[in-house]
C-alpha cells in the first residue's frame, strides 16, 4: 500500500480560532497494545497544521506556529491511547492516529482576544520513543462519575419520547386518511 495522503484536516467553520499546530511523537508498538497514558511535552515552536511547515496566512508565512510566549513555563498534553488503534493489519508500516486537542495548538494574535488553535497530536507505533514522552502509571484524572440522570433502564420510554412518537403517528393518520381521500 502507498502513503498516498486522503484527505488533509482544515480549518472547520464552527469559530475562529489561533492556528493550528502539528506534533508527531513514536511509541513502541506495546504501549498501545495495553492502552497507555502517555505525557508528551510540547515544544514552544510547531510546524502549522495547515501547510505542513510551507508557510500560509495561517502561520504569516513562517511554517511555524508558536503555542506559548518565550517566558511562558513549558507545556505538556496527558493522553491515553486507544488500545490497539494503530496495531499493523498486516501491513509493512503502521498505522497512525491523529487526536485533535483543542485550545493548546498556535497562539492567536493578541490583538484578536481568539483562543489558541487546536494541536494536531499524530501518534505513530515504532522505536525508538521518542524524547519529550513519559509513560503514566495512568490517568491522572479519572473518568468523570456516571450520572443517574444519564442512566436509562432497558425498555423504558421518556415522556419525551413517548410525545415524539404520539405526533410522528399523528402525521402518519393524517397522512393516510388524505390518501384515502383522494
Known sequence: MSGKVLARVVAPMDRPRGPDAQLEVTVPDSFIAEGATLEIDVPRNLACASCAGGGCDACQRAGAVSVRARKDPPESVEVTLPKKALAGNGASTPRAVVLRIPERGGIAPADTGL??????????????????????????????????????????VSERARAVWLFVAAVLAALIAWWLRR
Open 115 to 156: 483562543p489558541r488553535g487546536n494541536l494536531l497530536l499524530t501518534i505513530r507505533a515504532g522505536e525508538p520513543l521518542s524524547d519529550g514522552v513519559l509513560r503514566l502509571p495512568g490517568p491522572s484524572m479519572p473518568p468523570p462519575p456516571v450520572t443517574p440522570q444519564l442512566v436509562r433502564v432497558e425498555g423504558e
